[in-house]
T-cell receptor, first 114, second 111 residues
């Protein structure tokens, strides 16, 4: 158990809908990272927050947004969903401002868009 | 640019043999290189990491070597066991604050 908690574990929704994925980082970690993993794809970095502020941005679509709250939990909002958004979404956390020390991953949220 | 290339994409070995996975990176500012193991249906788990001030690090059957001049680093697993079967990812940080992952290597250890 990495200490990173993600909910929901599985989610099935229709095209055009909006979903919110939630992440609680490890106790004491200030950075939260979001990654997308599609079938046969590697881990694509979406976005990082550090202590409530956006720190780094990757290949995140405009239909997607994220935020980190004062209690350090984070949410990833996916809107106007398309079939291609079906993927495993991982949240990860670490104590520092960047990826220069160990990043711990949650178990992921499986999103299926039908 | 920011890129991490990982090879091979698949690797099959007999139980007890060694397995080697190699990665190359482009960002010369990278100084931290973790390796993750991902089992089916689970999140990636850190198995070993190395910083640029050392050339090799070992942890039981797992070792990582780093060649900063050539910009490549490798994962070595000795005496492989069936439970080593998984997808392995290398990664390196970029100077823009991202952790860039390789494409992954599916390792199959045949009993």
């Amino acid at each position: 158990d990495s200490g990173v908690t993600q909910t929901p574990k599985h989610l099935i929704t229709a095209t055009g809908q909006r979903v919110t994925l939630r992440c609680s980082p490890r106790s004491g970690d200030l950075s939260v990272y979001w990654y997308q993993q599609s079938l046969d794809q590697g881990l694509q970095f979406l976005i990082q927050y550090y202590n409530g502020e956006e720190r780094a941005k990757g290949n995140i679509l405009e239909r997607f947004s994220a935020q980190q709250f004062p209690d350090l939990h984070s949410e990833l909002n996916l809107s106007s969903l398309e079939l291609g958004d079906s993927a495993l979404y991982f949240c990860a956390s670490n104590v520092g401002q960047g990826p220069g020390n160990t990043i711990y991953f949650g178990e992921g949220s499986w999103l299926t868009v039908v | 640019g920011e890129n991490v290339e990982q090879h091979p994409s698949t690797l099959s070995v007999q139980e007890g043999d060694s397995a080697v996975i190699k990665c190359t990176y482009s960002d010369s500012a990278s100084n931290y290189f973790p390796w993750y193991k991902q089992e089916l249906g689970k999140g990636p788990q850190l198995i070993i990491d190395i910083r640029s001030n050392v050339g090799e690090k070992k942890d039981q059957r797992i070792a990582v070597t780093l060649n900063k001049t050539a910009k490549h680093f490798s994962l070595h697993i000795t005496e492989t066991q069936p439970e080593d079967s998984a997808v392995y990812f290398c990664a390196g940080p970029s100077n823009t604050g991202k952790l860039i992952f390789g494409q992954g290597t599916t390792l199959q250890v045949k009993p």
